[in-house]
T-cell receptor
Framework: DTEVTQTPKHLVMGMTNKKSLKCEQH?????MYWYKQKAKKPPELMFV???????INESVPSRFSPECPNSSLLNLHLHALQPEDSALYLC??????????????FGPGTRLTVL | AQSVTQPDIHITVSEGASLELRCNYS??????LFWYVQSPGQGLQLLLK??????LVQGIKGFEAEFKRSQSSFNLRKPSVHWSDAAEYFC??????????FGAGTTVTVRA
């Protein structure tokens, strides 16, 4: 299985809501990533988990809260978001952050709209 | 610091014609280079990658890319495009750690 899955596909939320994005992989990868992508732009790295520990936070606002319950799952908890947070949120995984090849496999993304 | 430049923001090509997308990278050591494709509203799919060895790399969907160290380039080519090749294409460079630096992307439009 060489697939990264993400749920939900689409999410619409108000600025006072709390919601979560989910990501799952069964490739035995030990590194998982969250990216944010605006239309017609490249993905921007948000967080990196390595061996279920948060290793990189690219100065992301605290209204985004990542969680890695186990080596296959990655969540992104959302609270008090702003309209400018509307974007495609991509999850990715790779063998290891220390792997010289660091080939990242991407999920299909969650399209988030904040009203 | 590593970086990628994709000089062409948008390319329009006729179905059946050849396609070449340009990518220039900046990296101090041996780069790990990738081309990803993204269809509208979808995630990124890896087309091909270069780590070492043969500088002409074959990928999926009939794509190939050539690594030229002297020109710091990793251009993507396809001899004959299909309407389904219309998408956004991203070149990326990795340096052996977690960080993947993407170019700004090139939008490919295929006309009938």
């Amino acid at each position: 299985d060489t697939e990264v899955t993400q749920t939900p596909k689409h999410l619409v939320m108000g600025m006072t809501n709390k919601k979560s994005l989910k990501c799952e992989q069964h490739m035995g990868h030990r590194a998982m990533y969250w990216y944010k992508q605006k239309a017609k732009k490249p993905p921007e790295l948000m967080f990196v988990y390595s061996y279920e520990k948060l290793s990189i936070n690219e100065s992301v606002p605290s209204r985004f809260s990542p969680e890695c319950p186990n080596s296959s799952l990655l969540n992104l908890h959302l609270h008090a978001l702003q309209p400018e947070d509307s974007a495609l949120y991509l999850c990715a995984s790779s063998q290891d952050t220390r792997d010289s090849y660091n080939e990242q496999f991407f999920g299909p993304g969650t399209r988030l709209t904040v009203l | 610091a590593q970086s990628v430049t994709q000089p062409d923001i948008h390319i329009t090509v006729s179905e059946g014609a050849s396609l070449e997308l340009r990518c220039n990278y900046s990296y101090g050591a041996t780069p790990y280079l990738f081309w990803y494709v993204q269809s509208p509203g979808q995630g990124l799919q890896l087309l091909l990658k270069y780590f070492s060895g043969d500088t002409l790399v074959q990928g999926i969907k009939g794509f190939e890319a050539e690594f030229k160290r002297s020109q710091s380039s990793f251009n993507l080519r396809k001899p004959s495009v299909h309407w389904s090749d219309a998408a956004e294409y991203f070149c990326a460079v990795g340096g052996g750690d977690y960080k993947l630096s993407f170019g700004a992307g090139t939008t490919v439009t295929v006309r009938a």
